[in-house]
């Protein structure tokens, strides 16, 4: 099906399903205990051994030499995989390194081997007896150090640097100035689940059950890294245990299970420890971002420039943090720029709204820094410089935006109005109160989807895709997308995700993944409608699903009557036209937070937050909603202590584990609320809805430190906003 014409009426509309607050399907499976993850999988006709790999102990150099005979001679081991053993390889499309290094290493904790045991606990000890002789050569580890070299590097779709009017006059010119510097710090997924995978050879073809985000990229990336045809790999990911961009990529423990499970000839199980996880895999670049604030004495911008540097290793990419600023505010005269630098550090790479997520942590301080220069309310400065149109191209319009609506409706909401606009002026016993807001953004993204449905002789309606569910409600909203469209009941669909083996879907990422499947499911739906009208002798055009049932005037059948022998099967994918070219898509929202930072040791603490979202349809508000409030969680952690530490010496993240690398937990937390905007977008495609669950993260730094400064007066532009940097700067507490 292609969608390139905006979206009429069409059965979605009903609402019977889609669109309510339903319980995940998957839950009772995962609350008992019965959901199969990837590490849980086993060949019952075989015993899996266990491999555990060696990650390189320099960030940059070459292997001199690899004594593998105390491993070797170790209890239990079956095989040792290393890159001279394993056969000619290949890098995946979509890796920036090789995931089997040797003899050269490209970053700290790149695998170099893998042990392969008949235990784990043998497999570990003897990876700890393989002896690696490297000769280290110096590496590049600073982003600061090496800022300077920094080289223009394309955006994902989009051109590393942008320049609308003239942006250097404008702003030499504007009456009112802001140039301001801030940094983010390089942050982990830190998700519950490692990165683990089994691998099972069957002749020369083989499976792996695996945690990985995009089945389709995973099953490509693979089979051209072992150098062997695509249709004889299979991936199968039902169940993702969190994944937030970082398992949207082939990594090593996939192929160091295939490698280890063909070396031992048995199904090999491997999974990432902590420290693997944090430096073998990718992480969220750190970044220094300039912005330029002009505007008139009424608050009107004039001049908007926005500069980012980040590092990566080679063939990597810049983040993109510069993305929202091209779209967000209005602004005649215009500029970003996106440098990227070579580091040695493990890849960057996506990790949950990239781009937008740390963009937003900088752009929404520097504009409540300048609504305070020229004298606003924060929330009056945005709404003054809202834009219906693409700033840089103004014959594009957005195909909705509802910002203000946002802004307005949570300030009213949170009490904005009880706010005081000088800093350090509201006390709560020991506590210095204040509040914050952000605006939040986030492109809506299309991807072409497939799915396969199938109707049997009880009326069950089977759909499968490889779709995946990273915990996000995948399999409730393609069963209630399928559900309405062939209406039944919830109970009356099956939904299968996640196997290689099923019709390639948009896959989960980017915000994208809900909007795209469930169009999917959609198209496959609409061919199963009409050869269900066809099989009961009905006009497609005028039959009536509903309730089990197929109606066409005054005749109506039961559904499973239209299964005359096999199965009723369909297939289909949705195709996108160029809608998107024609009006800009995006997603927005406002979030506002209520901190409290004690007087004497300036520990802050998160009191109240709400979040107010406009993004389509909301296909199901009780698993969009613990999207946000995810994503919000998130926020929390990247505005106050979310932080890889970088070794500058030796090229690897110290805090390389949950003990080290601080995540918020519940007592962080406080209350949550989440609101979404009665909408729908015809122009993003059949369902009328667009991604949420990255909207959540984004702005949420930001309103946190502006909730801070208005607390203390203390303006931090260095992420993560820690207590030693408010300590020697707090009021007087007396």
């Not at 997308?481 to 995700?497: C, H, I, P, Q, S």
């Amino acid at each position: 099906m292609k969608f390139d014409t905006p979206a009429t009426r069409n059965p979605i509309d009903q609402l019977k399903v889609v669109g309510k607050a339903t319980d995940r399907i998957d839950g009772p499976f995962k609350t008992t205990g019965t959901a199969h993850y990837a590490y849980d999988w086993h060949d019952p006709k075989s015993k899996a051994a266990y491999g555990f790999v060696v990650g390189a102990s320099i960030a940059k150099g070459r292997i001199k030499a690899m004594d593998l005979s105390a491993a070797k001679a170790a209890r239990g081991v079956l095989a040792i995989v290393t890159a001279e053993t394993a056969g000619p390889l290949d890098k995946g499309k979509l890796n920036a390194a090789k995931l089997l290094g040797g003899p050269e290493i490209e970053h700290y904790h790149q695998a170099v081997a893998v042990v392969v045991a008949e235990t784990f606990e043998q497999a570990r000890a003897a990876a700890s007896l393989v002896r690696v002789d490297y000769t280290e050569t110096q590496g590049a580890f600073d982003l600061a150090a090496v800022k300077d070299t920094g080289k223009p590097e394309k955006l994902a779709g989009a051109p590393s640097d942008t320049s609308i009017g003239d942006f250097d006059g404008a702003f030499a010119a504007a009456p009112v100035q802001l140039d301001a510097t801030y940094t983010t710090p390089d942050q982990a997924h830190a998700m519950m689940e490692p990165h683990a995978s089994i691998a099972s050879w069957d002749g020369d073809s083989l499976t792996v059950w695996t945690s990985n985000q995009m089945i389709d990229w995973g099953t490509r990336d693979l089979a051209l890294t072992l150098r062997m045809p695509k249709e004889k790999v299979r991936l199968v990911s039902p169940f993702v245990g969190g994944g937030f961009g970082g398992k949207l990529f082939l990594r090593s423990e996939a192929v160091m299970a295939a490698l280890g499970a063909r070396a031992a000839n048995r199904p090999v199980k491997v999974a990432l420890t902590r420290p693997l996880t944090f430096n073998n895999t990718v992480h969220r670049p750190a970044t220094i971002q300039r912005i330029r604030l002009g505007a008139t004495p009424d608050g009107t911008i004039t001049a908007i420039g926005h500069e980012s540097w980040s590092g990566n290793l080679p063939g990597g990419k810049p983040e993109a943090a510069v993305q929202q600023t091209r779209l967000l505010y209005a602004g005649a005269n215009r500029m970003t720029q996106t440098r990227l630098s070579t580091l040695d550090l493990p890849e960057g790479n996506s990790m949950r709204a990239p781009g937008e997520a740390p963009g937003l942590m900088v752009l929404e301080i520097a504009m409540d820094e300048m609504a305070e220069k020229l004298g606003l309310d924060p929330v009056d400065f945005r709404i003054r410089n809202d834009t219906q149109v693409d700033p840089e191209k103004p014959e594009r319009p957005f195909s909705q935006r509802s910002l203000i609506e946002c802004l307005r409706q949570g300030a009213s909401r949170f009490g904005w109005d009880k706010r005081i606009v000088k800093p350090g002026q509201v006390r709560d016993g020991r506590w210095l109160v204040g509040m914050g807001v952000a605006a939040a953004f986030r492109n809506n993204m299309n991807v072409k989807s497939g799915a396969r449905v199938r109707l049997d002789r009880s009326g069950v309606v089977t759909v499968e895709t490889d779709m995946t569910d990273i915990g996000t409600g995948s399999y409730t909203i393609i069963g209630q997308t399928a559900a309405e469209m062939m209406g039944l009941g919830l109970d009356k669909v099956v939904v299968r995700l996640g196997d290689s083996n099923f019709p390639v879907s948009s896959g989960s990422g980017g915000q994208f993944g809900a909007n795209s499947s469930t169009s999917g499911v959609y198209a496959a739906c609409v061919k199963l409608r009409e050869a269900v009208a066809q099989a009961l002798g009905f006009n497609s055009a005028d039959a009536v699903f509903e309730d089990g049932r197929v109606r066409s005037g005054n005749r109506s059948v039961p559904l499973a009557e239209a299964v005359k022998g096999d199965d009723l099967v369909a297939e289909d994918t949705i195709e996108f036209g160029d809608l998107s070219k024609k009006y800009q898509q995006s997603t927005f929202g406002a979030h506002f937070v209520e901190v409290g930072v004690d007087a004497s040791t300036a520990e802050i603490r998160v009191r109240r937050m709400l979040a107010v979202c406009a993004a389509g349809r909301i296909l199901n508000p009780k698993s969009a909603r613990s999207q946000v409030i995810g994503g919000m969680t998130m926020g929390v952690g990247a505005a106050l202590m979310e932080e890889l530490a970088v070794d500058t010496k030796r090229g690897f993240f110290v805090n390389h584990d949950l003990a080290g690398y601080e995540v918020p937990v519940h007592a962080d937390i406080p209350h949550q609320d989440v609101v979404f905007l009665d909408e729908t977008d015809p122009i993003s495609s059949p369902m009328k809805a667009k991604g949420v669950g990255e909207l959540g993260i984004c702005g949420v730094g930001a309103a946190v430190a502006n909730a801070v400064y208005n607390a203390t007066g203390i303006r931090v532009r260095d992420y993560p906003v820690t207590l030693d940097k408010l300590l020697d700067r707090m009021p007087d507490a007396a």
